[in-house]
């Protein structure tokens, strides 16, 4: 029963990183219809900042998370505004090899500047921890913090997109562009803005997943991102609720199969889940149907 | 003169394509002879030929029948795992190394098209972004799958087994080792095979796409309601350039396994996939010669700046981005529009 619950708490975590680096992909998708590689590469970005400013600036800890969201929202909009933007007219696939390009540039940038090496990387809330049922179950800050930090994010962003204008203007855009533009909005601010909110998450998710897994390399936002896109599909992409169902589902999945079932086949199976899914409700758990018209 | 200037455009085409083939192996062999090609780009020739290949294929799939695939590298895994299998398991049965490369292609090919249609059936009941990230879930699964593997072979057989090491071999010898991969496989593939692999799959797909089931799966990616209301069995047209695809990966799978000594599962992952999907793109999508260029161009481009080795792969990933703003900017687009003046095959305007 312990092991369960003990299970079931590092789940709901893993996939509360997941769900926050979901949504940045699901705006970005509701919006740019875009599928942003580059995404799991901003994480990645937005932990070695905060890796830096606390071993070599040493600076603490919550400066240096607000070091990584400013760099990070920052570098979002200058890959949107240098590599998609001139693409907006462009078919998808174009947009997609761009958004490898970025990715590859990205990692490679990493690995120049801070080499392959694997750097420590301590968590920036503190190692501590609380036992309950004397000390049966075990529930690290770490973990906590990040469950903490998904729920305060998704209500954020769901007052966010229902009650202010730039939020409803995001909305407007991912529902029909052209409409929105006559309707006064500007339609490419609305995209930065999109994609700034989007890499700031990703900088909150590198933190918070390299504090849980205290390891970064150049690589470390790929396979997160990937699994993460992956939770958005899963939960519709596009729905922000969707986005944390997908993410925290995922997260407990892989964290089940790899105790109970095996650690070797643990991606194939998280996989194999995400693909029935799709072959039984073809736009994910909370997605849209939309039917094709002629 | 004349009987050239009658021909279709997709016959000039196509054999504009065999003679570009051709004339790229006869320079690179007139080379060879001569010594003049460094042995790092000798040992680039055969991984040329299976990224042409694989290029080649997933332009069936991507370009022609309209689907994105993300994971396609995961065939390549499986043609390369059962060729190695094949080619190793019949060591001392077939003497001539270049007959067990090509039983080992076939292996490859034939077990890749049967993942192809594995895959296919589920995944192609969906259509874009969503297609896209079930062939990517597939491909990683396939990977994921193939770490868990262990083969060899002794005198009583194959032996195989699943996330077991232990093959309980009478002085056997292992092929397949989990997440290690292939291990202790004779190099057998040749440029020579590689070239042929090219022409064949050059054969396939440019005969697949000028025939009538060809003209199919282009009317299912134009317009797939418009395709089904004529009778155009949809399903059936895009499992066709689906499972080709996937059968062609499969035996550049084979040739690639078979040009080291050892490879792993992690080779094949979405990396790669996407890596192959780069090529397809930038060579033009439904273009073959395109993909064999920027197959060829982007396999090498790495290897041409060592010289610069900390920052080539900075370079690639600059160079791919520039391409695809430069491509894609009108003003450029309008400019050369005015150089050339007419370009006369409407369908490049895709």
Redesign the interface.
């Known amino acids: 029963m312990m092991t369960f619950l003990t299970n079931l708490v590092s789940g709901i975590s893993l996939g509360s990183v997941y769900a926050i680096i979901a949504l940045g992909y699901t705006m970005v998708?509701g919006i740019a219809k875009m599928?942003n590689?580059a995404h799991g590469d901003v994480i990645m970005v937005g932990a070695y900042i905060s890796f830096c400013t606390t071993s070599y600036l040493a600076l603490p800890a919550w400066v240096s998370v607000i070091f990584a969201i400013v760099v990070c929202t920052a570098l979002g909009v200058v890959i949107e505004g240098l590599?998609y933007k001139?693409?907006r007219?462009?078919g998808s696939?174009?947009v997609?090899?761009?958004a490898?390009?970025?990715s590859?540039?990205l990692q490679?940038?990493a690995?120049?500047i801070w080499t392959s090496n694997t750097k420590v990387f301590t968590s920036v809330v503190g190692s501590g921890s609380i036992k309950l049922f004397n000390g049966q179950l075990t529930i690290t800050v770490a973990a906590l913090v990040t469950v903490a930090a998904c729920i305060i994010i998704m209500v954020a962003l769901t007052l966010f997109t229902t009650t202010t204008k730039m939020g409803k203007a995001m909305r407007a855009c991912s529902e029909d562009k052209g409409a929105a533009q006559l309707m006064g909005i500007n339609v490419n601010r609305t995209i930065s803005m999109t994609f700034a909110i989007g890499s700031a998450l990703a900088a909150i998710a590198g933190v918070l997943l390299c504090s849980s897994y205290n390891t970064l390399i150049p690589t470390t936002g790929a396979m997160p991102g990937?699994k993460a896109?992956?939770a958005a599909?899963f939960g519709g992409?596009g729905s922000i609720p969707g986005a944390l169902l997908g993410g925290i589902l995922l997260g407990i999945i892989e964290v089940f199969t790899n105790s109970y079932l095996?650690s070797?086949?643990s991606?194939?199976i998280v996989?194999?889940v995400?693909?029935v899914v799709?072959?039984v409700r073809?736009?994910g758990l909370l997605g849209k149907y939309v039917p094709?018209k002629? | 003169m004349s009987k050239l200037k009658n021909m279709k455009q997709t016959t000039k085409t196509s054999i504009f394509t065999y003679a570009l083939v051709i004339a790229a192996y006869l320079v690179i062999q007139a080379l060879l002879g001569r010594g003049m090609l460094s042995r790092s780009t000798q040992g680039q020739l055969v991984p040329i030929c299976c990224y042409i290949v694989m290029a080649l294929s997933l332009n069936l799939v991507?370009g022609v029948s309209g689907e994105?695939s993300l994971g396609h590298a995961g065939f390549m895994s499986v043609g390369a795992f059962s060729g190695a299998v094949a080619a190793v398991s019949l060591e001392g049965m077939v003497g001539s190394p270049a007959l067990r490369l090509a039983i080992a292609m076939v292996a490859g090919a034939a077990l890749a098209a049967v993942a192809g249609v594995i895959v296919g059936v589920?995944?192609l009941?969906?259509q874009g972004?969503?297609l896209?990230?079930?062939t990517?879930?597939?491909g990683?699964?396939i990977v994921?799958?193939l770490?868990?593997v262990y083969a060899g072979v002794d005198g009583g057989g194959l032996h195989f087994n699943f996330?077991d090491p232990e093959l309980h071999m009478t002085n056997g010898t292992p092929i397949i080792s989990g997440p290690k991969g292939t291990v202790s496989v004779t190099k057998i593939s040749s440029f020579t095979a590689g070239f042929v692999l090219v022409l064949i799959s050059l054969f396939v797909i440019l005969n697949l796409v000028n025939s009538r089931s060809g003209r199919a799966i282009m009317a299912v990616r134009d317009n797939r309601?418009a395709a089904e209301s004529v009778g155009i069995n949809v399903t059936k047209y895009r499992l066709m350039a689906f499972v080709t695809a996937a059968a062609l990966a499969g035996a550049a799978g084979a040739l690639y396994g078979l040009n080291y000594s050892s490879v792993a599962p992690v080779k094949f992952d979405?990396n790669q996939s996407?890596l192959v999907?780069?090529f397809v793109?930038?060579g033009g999508?439904g273009n073959m010669w395109g993909s064999i260029i920027a197959a060829a161009f982007l396999t090498i481009l790495p290897e041409a700046m060592r010289g610069f080795e900390?920052?080539r792969?900075?370079v690639?990933?600059?160079v791919?981005?520039l391409v695809?703003?430069a491509?894609?900017?009108?003003n450029l687009k309008a400019l050369l529009g005015r150089l050339i003046p007419r370009r006369k095959g409407a369908a490049d305007n895709g």
């Open positions: 998708y599928l590689f590599a001139p693409l007219q462009a696939l174009a997609l090899i761009t490898i390009g970025v590859y540039f490679n940038a690995q120049l990937i896109f992956t599909v992409i095996s070797e086949l991606l194939a996989f194999g995400l693909i799709l072959l073809p736009s094709e002629v | 991507v994105l589920p995944a009941r969906l972004d969503y896209a990230i079930v990517l879930a597939f990683q699964i994921n799958i770490q868990c996330l309601i979405y996407i999907l780069v793109v930038l999508l900390d920052y792969m900075l690639y990933a600059i791919l981005i695809m703003l491509t894609n900017n009108d």
